[in-house]
């Protein structure tokens, strides 16, 4: 596959997910509605076990399973690992544009972070 043709794709995969999660933000339940937490946590002496971060079922979430049973989980990691890039870029760009500050830029990628996970794409 050509790598420019695969940058447009995912620059177009982008603009759909960042449109799509636009308009179904107002649908969506308010933040902590729809959380999965683990019921119980073990206790040692050493203070409690953390066994990783639990992402959030989001409205997109259905589709990220879809494509880690149909591209593999290392494929679908990939291509979200170059998704995440792109964004980062973007928002880069924009803070260049606007001149906001580096660590505006970095609040605003953690935000994306947030908001990602609270969509369902890091499940």
Do not use: W
Not at 8 to 16: A, D, G, H, S, Y
Not at 57 to 81: M, Q
Not at 94 to 116: D, E, H, N
């Amino acid at each position: 596959v050509d790598g420019s043709l695969m940058m447009k794709v995912l620059r177009l995969l982008l603009l759909v997910c960042l449109g799509a999660a636009a308009s179904v933000q107002a649908f969506t339940a308010p933040s902590g509605a729809m959380t999965v937490t683990a019921s119980s946590r073990r206790v040692s002496a050493r203070g409690p076990i953390h066994m990783g971060k639990v992402s959030k079922f989001g409205i997109f979430s259905p589709a990220v399973y879809a494509a880690k049973t149909v591209l593999g989980e290392k494929n679908l990691n990939k291509i979200r690992g170059q998704g995440i890039t792109l964004h980062s870029q973007a928002i880069t760009e924009f803070c260049v544009y606007v001149g906001a500050s580096p660590k505006m830029r970095g609040m605003l990628i953690k935000k994306a972070k947030t908001t990602g996970d609270e969509l369902g794409f890091l499940v």
